[in-house]
């Protein structure tokens, strides 16, 4: 079985997407082959998929064997509702043995597999499952995409604890946007400082990826 690797965030929006493709180049850079996927994709209209796309056109740049892949090997389930999946598939049931063929596939051609959530951590994807109960299904370690705005404090430690008392092993990468970097440096950033709080960034995703791998 490959690392897995399962990127999750604070909420939506936060850099989920724009985190695993960081996290893919990174990578397959120091020499590993690198797998996809994201189980559960949302928005999808008329066959375009915004995120799944955006991943399958890097894979198949950065690993040669992911020639034959199409989308929906990459996103096996996918809903054209942009909500959470348990509305976007109005309550119905979520296939997960197709998830898991998704994988097996991919963990044949990699060494690591990253994997994308939708949305946050309390996403309901069915009537019983949330996604951090997802990441422990799928016995991966999570990366934490938090945000560097105003209020990004109480956000990352409230989704980290949720993580550790879960035991799932994590690491949390703040992906701060032009315009928040400097009030990140003086609002937020002091506190995490103090507290001897492994901070790492989009900018330094290197020093991330030499620390998720040693795990």
Avoid at 94 to 122: N, R, T
Wanted: proline residues 4%; charged residues 25%; hydrophobic residues 45%.
């Amino acid at each position: 079985m490959a690392k897995r690797i399962f990127i999750t965030a604070t909420n939506t929006d936060i850099g989920k997407t724009y985190t695993t493709k960081l996290l893919m180049q990174e990578l397959a850079s120091q020499g590993y082959k690198v797998g996809v996927i994201k189980p559960i994709e949302t928005g999808v209209k008329d066959g375009v998929y915004p995120d799944g796309d955006a991943l399958l056109t890097l894979l198949k740049q950065i690993n040669p064997l992911a020639w034959s892949l199409d989308v929906e090997n990459i996103v096996p389930i996918s809903y054209e509702l942009p909500a959470a999946p348990v509305i976007a598939s109005h309550f119905g049931t979520i296939d997960y043995k197709k998830i898991d063929e998704a994988i097996k596939e991919q963990e044949a051609m990699c060494d690591i597999l990253l994997i994308e959530g939708a949305g946050g951590l309390f996403v309901p994807v069915d009537e019983k499952i949330i996604m951090i109960d997802l990441i422990k299904v799928l016995n991966a370690q999570a990366v934490l995409v938090t945000h560097c705005s105003l209020g990004c404090i109480s956000d990352t430690l409230v989704n980290k604890k949720a993580l550790d008392d879960s035991g799932i092993k994590n690491e949390v990468l703040f992906n701060c946007r032009d315009e928040e970097k400097q009030s990140f440096k003086e609002i937020s950033l002091p506190y995490f400082q103090k507290r001897d709080f492994d901070v790492f960034t989009t900018a330094e995703i290197e020093k991330l990826v030499a620390k998720i791998v040693e795990i």
